[in-house]
């Protein structure tokens, strides 16, 4: 019997029984939030007011500005035609920025099919600012280079132009210089075209 007693006791102990009967469980609740609505972003208001343009960039018409002036200088009395020009680079004197590069190439434009001067070509310019020991950013504003210069090249006439006055409404003027006297033959100013 004392072994019947083990089995039995050693069957309970596997077996886990219980010692009072099971609780019964609860069901677990989460309680929930109500759910809030992800926020919207604003629609943006409709626009109203048409976007402005940029301003548009007038470019200035150096060809039709000094045309009319080359054309009065060619026939100016004290020109001697068969000449040969040396042509200055235009000097910028507004208070702004401007395509100064621009309008000295007008002026060789505009001078290009004249029968009056033949024309120091740019090359030829070049080389003898060079022996001058000029770079080609140095402006003959002095007479004393610019003489100086045209001997060089064999010019008799010397054009200085120079664009001045607002740079919103330039003007331009022009001179012709005889080498040999250091004499103002022509002169002509005149505003410069959109």
């Not at 001078?111 to 740019?122: D, I």
């Not at 080609?136 to 004393?144: F, W």
Request: one cysteine or more.
């Amino acid at each position: 019997m004392k072994k019947f007693l083990w089995v039995a006791l050693a069957a309970l102990v596997l077996t886990g029984c219980p010692s009072r009967p099971p609780e019964p469980t609860a069901p677990v609740t989460v309680e929930q939030q109500p759910q809030q609505p992800e926020p919207q972003p604003e629609p943006l208001p409709p626009i109203t007011e048409p976007v402005p343009q940029p301003p548009k960039i007038q470019q200035l018409d150096w060809l039709g500005s000094v045309q009319p002036m080359v054309n009065q200088m060619l026939q100016a009395d004290g020109v001697t035609a068969g000449s040969v020009l040396l042509l200055d680079s235009v000097k910028n004197n507004t208070n702004g920025s401007l395509s100064i590069g621009n309008a000295t190439s007008a002026l060789h434009q505009a001078l290009a099919s004249n029968k009056t001067f033949a024309v120091v070509p740019e090359a030829q310019l070049a080389s003898a600012r060079q022996t001058l020991g000029l770079s080609a950013e140095d402006s003959l504003g002095s007479r004393s280079k610019a003489i100086g210069l045209a001997r060089i090249v064999n010019a008799q006439y010397v054009l200085y132009s120079a664009v001045s006055g607002d740079v919103k409404s330039p003007a331009m003027e022009m001179q012709l210089m005889l080498v040999q006297t250091g004499e103002i033959v022509w002169s002509g100013n005149g505003d410069v075209k959109y």
